[in-house]
């Protein structure tokens, strides 16, 4: 069983910066293809961003070219370097396994607003 903890998540203006990271346990996680997810108030979840356990990511076009994702899999980790924020990326923030999800964490709140 995987347990899913994200962190890294704030309040920043337009222009701004963020790096979340979303630890994991149990050795699953390495050998899944992993996602960030967001989910925005009164909209449902959605994909934002994809690695495999190799590393390559895929992003989903709204972020492209602004967000990074990236993983360390002997540190169980993986990160999403956010950059250029907007305030249409205000969400809670969450990362999983693509296609059959492991229990979802609490998710890390970021909120881009002047």
């Known amino acids: 069983q995987v347990e899913l903890v994200e962190s890294g998540g704030g309040l920043v203006q337009p222009g701004g910066s963020l790096r979340l990271s979303c630890a994991a346990t149990?050795?699953?996680?390495?050998?899944?293809?992993m996602g960030w997810y967001r989910q925005a108030p009164g909209k449902q979840r959605e994909f934002v961003a994809g690695?495999?356990?190799?590393?390559?990511?895929n992003y989903v076009a709204a972020v492209e070219g602004r967000f990074t994702a990236s993983r360390d899999n002997d540190k169980n980790t993986m990160y999403l370097q956010m950059n250029s924020l907007k305030p249409e990326d205000t969400a809670v923030y969450y990362c999983?396994?693509?296609?059959?999800?492991?229990?979802w964490g609490r998710g890390t709140q970021v909120t881009v607003s002047s």
């Open positions: 999983n396994r693509v296609g059959l999800p492991f229990d």
């Open positions: 690695i495999t356990t190799g590393g390559t990511a």
């Open positions: 149990g050795s699953a996680f390495r050998v899944s293809p």
